[in-house]
């Protein structure tokens, strides 16, 4: 009888530890289909006139680019607020402004958005070019984007990326690629302690029952 009863108690307690392992891989496994990665952005082209040295005139200043966010996700959408872009010299001053309009982009696109913007002040371009002949301009990109995941949109989220871009001699982008836009300064982290509100939420909910 006693072990009887000892074999019960084992059985009720490896039945609770294996109730909270699944609990566990569940919400895991929840969140690991339902989490969501921000868009990847990077400068695809860049090509200043007023610096292509063989057009030989400095009139056209205007700045034209192109710029792409990726969507990482197989299964969630994104909603892009208006995205603002900044591009400014390496002293910080801002040259131009542009604005994309707000978007929505389905599972595993890619958003092409080309601009053309005029400086504010012609200048600030053509001071730009350093001694050996190439200009480096910084391109920085601010928005909030929200996830849709099945029918639900999740709450905004920011995003702040930039990247330099140097200008050769054609007054196009130096670099072959791509460049990508990184995260300049510290951005928030609530997303990273999710999993653990999850996880902390369905063990307590079983615990509890
Ligand atoms: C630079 O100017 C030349 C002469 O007009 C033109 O042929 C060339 O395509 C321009 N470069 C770029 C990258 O557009
Ligand atoms: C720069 O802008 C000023 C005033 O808008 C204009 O007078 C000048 O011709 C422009 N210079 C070039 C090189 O485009
Ligand atoms: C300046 O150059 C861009 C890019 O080549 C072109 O689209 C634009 O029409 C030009 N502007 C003027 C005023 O020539
Ligand atoms: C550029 O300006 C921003 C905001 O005004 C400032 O935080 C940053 O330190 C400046 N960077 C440089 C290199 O001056
Ligand atoms: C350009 O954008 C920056 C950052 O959003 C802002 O501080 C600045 O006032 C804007 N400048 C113009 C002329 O719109
Ligand atoms: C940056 O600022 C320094 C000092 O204020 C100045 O000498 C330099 O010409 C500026 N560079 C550009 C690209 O505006
Ligand atoms: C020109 O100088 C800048 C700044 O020192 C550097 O980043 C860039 O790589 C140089 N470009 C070339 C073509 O040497
Ligand atoms: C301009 O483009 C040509 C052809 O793409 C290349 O051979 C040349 O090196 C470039 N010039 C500069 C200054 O990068």
């Given at each position: ?11 009720c ?13 569940t ?17 695809q ?26 969507n ?33 982009q ?25 001694p ?5 301009f ?72």
């Amino acid at each position: 009888m006693d072990q009887d009863r000892e074999r019960s108690g084992g059985n009720c307690c490896s039945c609770c530890l294996s109730f909270i392992f699944t609990a566990g891989l569940t919400s895991l496994f929840l969140w690991l289909s339902l989490r969501a990665n921000k868009p990847k952005c990077s400068i695809q082209n860049f090509y200043v006139p007023a610096l292509n040295k063989t057009l030989n005139s400095r009139d056209n200043t205007t700045l034209n680019f192109m710029v792409r966010c990726d969507n990482p996700n197989k299964d969630q959408g994104i909603y892009y607020d208006d995205v603002h872009l900044t591009i400014s010299n390496t002293n910080n001053t801002t040259i131009a402004n542009y604005t994309v309009p707000k978007f929505y982009q389905g599972h595993k696109k890619k958003a092409k958005k080309p601009g053309q913007v005029l400086p504010l002040n012609n200048q600030t371009v053509l001071r730009a070019v350093l001694p050996n002949g190439s200009a480096v301009f910084r391109m920085d990109l601010k928005t909030q984007v929200r996830f849709k995941i099945i029918f639900w949109k999740t709450k905004r989220e920011r995003i702040e990326v930039g990247a330099d871009v140097e200008v050769n001699g054609n007054g196009t982008k130096a670099q072959k690629k791509g460049i990508k836009m990184k995260k300049s300064d510290s951005s928030s982290f609530s997303r990273s302690s999710f999993p653990i509100c999850v996880l902390m939420n369905l063990l307590v909910f079983f615990a509890i029952r």
